[in-house]
């Protein structure tokens, strides 16, 4: 099958073309005509499904534009007004209709004569969403909306002051690569307190968003909000337990290998002990990696990567660059972190990062890459609920394709011993993201299995289980009451609860997608790729297996990765 990232904004058929989402009253009448409208045969349902998904498509793709604009620029109280707009005004009103057309699908007699295969998936997140649905809960998740945005807000004015100029916390992390280890320990430390300036206000957003959150859950009927959050995600197929065992595997496989990659690294860099400033540094002499110079350098040598490796790949992000669909550059007043956010209506994703010219963002370039191959793989799917992939296969999706590139990193790295760097740092990343993926989960079930904790009991809790998944060959000595507090820097806690676990699963999965990459690079490829195409019309079990891979994150597994990692890392 031939591949094509080129886009056509697909012909309304049910909204007129023109149609902005600006208030209630001009969208009110199209969610009113689908629930009063007459079904009378398979064939007319088929046809009401489609219509109901263009306007999910088109809503959706509004509220993303919102917030994608506000996280572009923090500081401009118009656009922030937008998004609080739709989430305080337009979304609540929409949700008591959204109950009474799932409910209307659900109880429909000729629902039953739906292909049951091809609709599974579809409707069991229907059957769930009318299982959570509770109308007090409407304008408890319009506060949740916005209190959750306030943290991008918070975190988007830390600047620190380098070498007379100021730099974004993301833009002065690069000098933590500096030989110098002066430097190191001076930027690490403005950044800490930098951080540590807020822990009060973001402590007390914290504290305001899981009461709400407790709230939310025992409204639907639920003993706290993990239970409650657990059927929200559709985590169908594994369970607490499940997350238990996962954090219990990191422990005992990997943080040993973690151990023994810091011990190494201590090694090199001739230290006595080695501190958290010294994690990204190289020997005297040895000039940190710069792969890209600016953000139009950065893509311009991602598309070349990606056609090395599969052209449709490239195409993807060379249509995204046409449209304006990137904005990769760190600046002050943007919010911290990176995303691929799909677009459900036009299908081209758009791109957010903070890139600063360092090894970890050619990282995050190419791993919001692979979610954005993901949101084209799936445009063509006829409902917009069939492209609402599972987390646990989206970040698959991205995860593999940081792995899959690095054969083609020459597009990046002219120099070869530069290049054999580049891919030793990227795989000992992959180790060392799983211990601090399993504490993040970890302290996320503390938190919401106690939530009437206090702020002191919170920050003995997450020290607790930090130095519990820590190394012992990193050095944190008198920074203790720093420690207390960098949970803070993990926007997920604030914007979005619980989804965090899912790294770490889709990371087993990515590896093994690499495994097999390793032995047949054409097969690994259509795996992904066919995985990836088959959007949420599968269960989470059946897209790894479309993709070759088990569903398993077992400890004898995890085992196995860990070896074959380490193995491949040796061969460097």
């Known amino acids: 099958m031939k591949l094509s990232a080129s886009l056509e904004k697909p012909l309304r058929q049910f909204l007129p073309s023109e149609f902005l989402v600006t208030d209630w009253a ?19 349902l088929e ?79 229907i059957k769930k969403n009318i299982e959570l649905f509770r109308e007090e809960n409407i304008p408890l998740q319009a506060e949740l909306s916005v209190l959750g945005q ?36 001076e930027v690490y430390l403005k950044i800490l307190k930098r951080r540590y300036q807020d822990r009060v206000e973001l402590d007390e957003l914290y504290s305001k968003l899981i009461g709400k959150r407790h709230q939310v859950a025992l409204n639907a009927g639920f003993r706290n909000y993990r239970d409650y959050k657990f059927v929200e995600l559709g985590r169908f197929d594994y369970n607490k ?57 950065l893509i311009e040598k991602t598309i070349d990567c990606m056609k090395q490796l599969n052209p449709f790949f490239a ?89 899959f590139t690095m054969d083609h990193w020459d597009a990046f790295f002219e120099n070869p011993e530069d290049l054999r760097r580049a891919k030793e740092h990227q795989l000992e990343r992959v180790i060392t993201l799983f211990p601090w993926i399993a504490l993040i989960d970890q302290f996320q079930h503390w938190v919401y299995e106690n939530p009437f904790h206090t702020i002191e ?29 960098n949970w803070q820097r993990q926007l997920h806690l604030f914007e979005v609860p619980f989804y965090y676990i899912e790294y770490g699963i889709a990371q087993l999965g990515a590896l093994g997608m690499w495994m097999q990459y390793r032995v047949n690079k054409e097969k690994g490829l259509n795996n992904y790729i066919k995985a990836l195409s088959l959007g949420n019309t599968k269960t989470l079990p059946e897209l790894y297996h479309a993709a070759g891979l088990p569903f398993d994150f077992s400890g004898d597994y995890i085992k196995k990765l860990m070896n074959f990692v380490e193995e491949e890392i040796e061969k460097l």
């Open 241 to 297: 337990e499940d997350c238990f065992r996962f954090h219990d595997s990191v422990r005992e496989w990997v943080i040993p290998l973690v151990d023994k990659i810091y011990r190494k690294k201590r090694q090199k860099l001739g230290l006595e002990k080695l501190r958290p400033w010294d994690t990204e540094a190289e020997i005297v002499g040895l000039h940190p990696l710069h792969p890209f110079q600016t953000g139009t350098d």
């Open 457 to 485: 009991e919170r920050k003995e809790a997450w020290l607790r289980m930090l130095t519990d998944m820590s190394t012992s060959e990193i050095d944190f000595s008198g920074l203790e009451e720093y420690r207390k507090f």
């Open 26 to 44: 001009s969208l009110e009448p199209y969610l009113k005509e689908l629930l009063s409208r007459g079904i009378q045969s398979r064939e007319e």
């Open 47 to 125: 046809k009401w499904l489609k219509d109901l998904s263009e306007l999910e498509s088109v809503l959706s793709e509004d509220f993303c534009w919102r917030q994608i604009k506000m996280t572009c620029d923090t500081e401009n109280k118009e656009l922030e007004e937008s998004f609080n707009y739709f989430v305080m005004e337009i979304q609540p009103r929409i949700q008591p209709y959204s109950d009474q057309l799932n409910k209307k699908l659900v109880s429909h007699p000729f629902t039953q004569q739906l292909d049951q295969e091809k609709y599974f998936t579809y409707l069991r997140s």
């Open 150 to 185: 306030q943290y991008g807000m918070i975190a988007g004015k830390m600047t620190v002051e380098m070498r007379g100029n100021e730099y974004t916390l993301q833009q002065a992390s690069k000098f933590l690569e500096d030989p110098d280890r002066q430097i190191r320990e």
């Open 315 to 403: 195409d993807c992000l060379a249509t995204m660059q046409k449209m304006g669909r990137l904005d990769l550059e760190s600046r002050k007043g943007k919010a911290p972190g990176g995303y691929n956010c799909p677009l459900a209506e036009t299908g081209a994703p758009f791109i957010f990062m903070n890139a600063a010219g360092q090894m970890g963002d050619l990282t995050t370039m190419v791993h919001e890459g692979g979610h954005a191959v993901h949101s084209f793989l799936t445009h063509s799917l006829e409902l917009n609920g069939f492209k609402e992939y599972p987390m646990e296969m989206a970040e698959v999706a991205s995860m593999s394709m940081e792995l």
